[in-house]
């Protein structure tokens, strides 16, 4: 089950500038910048209460961050929501007929293993399952 809200994505054009106005606008900076390889995007982590805000650079044009922005605009791109058992949850989420945009979870920023559920079948919202990797 979606045990609670783990971050909210924000795609940004530059992640510096972007850190700048984020930071005057929390009132404290963030705190950490993670390259995600297997996505094409750089990260910077703010931490608000139990929440943690995502922003998400582009780090390669062709990447789905860049054909956002490209059609969207910056602005918030996904909802995360931490999971026990990633495996399970995206079992269970398939057989409620939710389309999984990857059938295997992907290594994530912030230690996590990631999955993502097509805004087509969540209302048009891109919603990311986030594992905490174990080691």
Wanted: proline share 4%; hydrophobic share 40%; aromatic share 8%.
């Amino acid at each position: 089950m979606l045990k609670k809200p783990e971050h909210i994505g924000i795609a940004v054009k530059n992640l510096e500038n972007s850190n700048a106005l984020f930071t005057k606008l929390f009132g404290k900076s963030f705190y950490k910048i993670e390259p995600v390889e297997s996505e094409h995007v750089s990260t910077s982590f703010f931490m608000l209460g139990d929440t943690k805000i995502e922003l998400l650079e582009a780090s390669d044009p062709n990447s789905a961050i860049a054909k956002f922005i490209e059609k969207k605009g910056e602005g918030i791109h996904h909802i995360a929501f931490d999971v026990e058992d990633i495996y399970a949850e995206m079992k269970r989420l398939q057989e409620e007929g939710f389309e999984l945009i990857h059938r295997e979870p992907k290594k994530g920023a912030d230690n996590k293993l990631i999955c993502f559920l097509h805004p087509k079948s969540t209302n048009g919202v891109l919603i990311e399952l986030c594992q905490e990797i174990k080691n």
